[in-house]
């Protein structure tokens, strides 16, 4: 608690004593807004090189991840990380911390603060893989935060392609990009990911998600025009061999004569016809790209979309392990 020094007015004269009175006010106003502005700052310098001592204890755990050669001892070092990171995001003003350093998770914020979204995967042997997460979201006048540990529950998916699911059940993945649409004062977030999980093929998810009551995250929305229409996300799954461009920028379609931001991606297709759904086999053709185009709240498929001359890049990101 801020204390302030007693100012005893001497009990002189009624005018004298008004203009003391006066001069010693000026004199402890000023000295609480000086004491004020000295303790913020010092209070906010702080909680800086607190998080960065954090930040920096969090980095050497992470480091050692991937030292020993056993799944086992790997996972068992992951969980000491994501026990004190989980602590250290309990702490008042974390999402506002960057946590730079942590170079292996992908940190993603929406533009309009109103979550943040952090991913990881360990490697494992036999090219598997885990993925681990959190979730932020303020409560209303931004003084308090939500956080929601990730649990992977891909593997016990059926569809995942069809089911709409929330952060206890979740289809893990390593998040590269986040994109933010606005429709009818309603706002649509996207977000691009990469999963792994087993030795023969690699996914690119499309994964939209909302903020629900409470800060809660869904993950999974009936939003694209694709296929049979019923994906709640779309998932690409190809040969680990390869290597499957997908990236959010800006084109002129044939159809607008505008340029428009779009996510472009290969086409990815088997080797031959009769490897079709034999997923291993799945391959970029060559120069063929397809894209998808937000309009009305909805990402409507184009396919065979001209990627010559993009109008704007998108500005660096985390990328997969292998860019694939």
Known sequence: ML?????????IGRKAGR????????????????????TGAFTSAY?????????????????????????????????????KFEKVLQKEGSFDYP???????????????????ISWYVPLQDSQFEYFGFFQSPQ???????????????????????????HENWYGAYYTELIHKTHRRSDYYLLLGWRGDNPLTRKRILEPIRVLGKGRPSFGMSM??????????????????????IRYESHVLEQSRRPQEIIIFDRMA????????????????TNIFDA??????????????DVRNPRRRPPPRPTPPRGN
Not at 150 to 159: G, I, M, P, V
Not at 273 to 278: A, I, K, Q, T, V
């Open 140 to 166: 209303k006048g931004g003084e308090e935060y939500q956080l929601f540990t990730l649990t992977d529950k891909a593997s016990e998916l059926t569809d995942p392609q069809f089911e709409t699911l929330d």
């Open 47 to 83: 909680s800086q090189n607190d998080f960065a001592a954090h930040e920096d204890s969090l980095k050497r755990i992470m480091h050692r991840i991937i030292e020993p050669e056993n799944d086992f001892e790997r996972l068992a070092i992951n969980y000491e990380f994501k026990t």
């Open 270 to 285: 088997p080797s031959h016809s009769f490897l079709r759904g034999n997923y291993q086999f799945y391959f970029p053709e």
């Open 224 to 245: 694209f025009r694709y296929a049979n229409n019923r994906h709640r996300r779309v998932i690409f799954e190809y040969s680990a061999k390869a290597s499957m461009v």
């Open 99 to 117: 946590f730079d350093s942590l170079v292996f998770v992908s940190r993603i914020k929406a533009p309009d603060e109103s979550f943040r979204i």
């Open 19 to 38: 203009k003391r009175f006066s001069l010693n006010q000026h004199s402890v106003f000023t000295l609480f807004f000086v004491t004020l502005f000295c």
């Open 3 to 11: 204390t302030f020094p007693m100012v005893v007015l001497p009990s």
């Open 292 to 305: 998808f185009m937000f309009d009305e709240g909805k990402w409507i498929f184009v396919p065979d979309v």
